[in-house]
């Protein structure tokens, strides 16, 4: 992860300040003491510095003794918190084309973590990791706001009910986790605080077969023209790579063309090149990187040979799969397999610090499509 000055949504944080007042801590002192005010936090669409963000969570234990207000927050974070993401998740037709709109415009949500989403027929995976440094204690209360705040979502977009679910938390088990089995009866939980920080929820049911009650092709249209202006915005701010990133994370099958990922975005493949270049990248280099990511990720799943993986990326044979993952990891994927512990399918890890991807020769290739 990269240090980087990002701006989230104040939005968020204005719901715990909310919190604190209601419990009667000295909120304007605290938010002082991070360079914000109550003002700033309310104002509608404001974006705030998520290293005074970070400043203001280390110095939060300063002024309350209470350890669940990450959980609390998370549980009050509904869909609709989201703004024009929030509208366009619940004008879906279904919570799998819900969360695939999150996923796609998660960076609107939370620029400092990511969001991976993968379906089948019998579940649904969720990925949340960081994307820049934090402190210890800003990730963990992320990471929990996150974990809780997907299951209020997934809640609420299938009208009050929620699945049966796996959520596995990467931050150690909180002092409040008779919350966590008194208040989340259909979820298992599992507490991983030595694997890499991140937030994985499965969902054990089909998303696509569970239908929306709000769903509206017109308001979906309408959402997503907004968030695409917003990566407009975005492209003229220098994040545009983000974006791009963030798109190819999404899918969870083989990678996009760039001309498929021109038409998702509304965009000239020839903006598209312009864009990530002033930022110093190129859309074969990203797609190279994301590529490669997944295919470690799926060698490392258990059921999934070298050459279902080669074809899950879309390549014409596993022998043009090898040649391209040696090029970028110095050894076969066979060989990478066995250095790595096996997992189940869709236990995602974050996959930081595997291996070094260079934008240069050796670019993993897909064959036509």
């Not at 074809?311 to 596993?318: C, H, M």
Request: positive net charge; proline residues 5%.
């Amino acid at each position: 992860m990269q240090a980087g000055e990002v701006y989230v949504p104040a939005r968020y944080y204005a719901r715990l300040t909310a919190l604190l007042q209601a419990d009667g801590a000295e909120v304007e002192c605290l938010l002082q003491s991070s360079g914000l005010s109550i003002a700033q936090l309310n104002e509608a669409e404001a974006q705030i510095r998520f290293s005074r963000v970070d400043h203001l969570l280390q110095q939060l234990p300063r002024f309350t003794t209470r350890t669940d207000l990450p959980f609390e927050t998370g549980r009050r974070l509904t869909a609709s918190a989201h703004s024009f993401v929030g509208f366009g998740m619940l004008s879906s037709a279904t919570v799998d084309e819900a969360l695939r709109f999150e996923a796609r415009y998660f960076a609107l949500v939370m620029p400092s973590f990511t969001m991976r989403y993968s379906s089948a027929r019998d579940h649904a995976d969720l990925l949340f990791t960081p994307r820049i440094a934090m402190s210890h204690l800003c990730l963990f209360f992320h990471l929990e706001a996150i974990a809780l705040a997907a299951l209020r979502e997934v809640s609420d977009l299938n009208g009050g009910r929620l699945p049966p679910c796996t959520l596995h938390c990467g931050y150690p088990e909180p002092a409040h986790v008779a919350r966590y089995h008194r208040e989340l009866g259909n979820v298992a939980i599992r507490f991983e605080s030595g694997n890499p920080a991140s937030v994985r929820l499965r969902i054990a049911e089909d998303p696509r077969a569970l239908r929306m009650n709000m769903a509206d092709s017109h308001a979906l249209q309408v959402a997503e023209v907004r968030c695409r202006a917003l990566i407009q915005r975005a492209a003229d701010g220098g994040r545009f790579a983000d974006w791009v990133t963030m798109t190819l994370r999404e899918v969870s099958d083989a990678l996009p063309t760039l001309d498929e990922l021109a038409a998702s975005l509304n965009l000239s493949r020839r903006t598209i090149n312009r864009y990530l270049a002033r930022e110093g990248t190129s859309f074969r280099a990203l797609a190279g990187e994301i590529q490669h990511q997944i295919a470690c990720e799926r060698l490392t799943a258990k059921g999934m040979s070298v050459t279902e993986v080669a074809y899950s990326l879309g390549f014409s044979d596993a022998s043009n799969f090898s040649r391209a993952f040696r090029d970028r990891a110095g050894c076969s994927p066979g060989q990478y397999r066995k250095r790595r512990p096996s997992r189940s399918p869709g236990a995602f890890d974050a996959l930081q610090g595997d291996t070094h991807i260079d934008a240069a020769p050796g670019e993993m290739r897909k064959h036509p499509r």
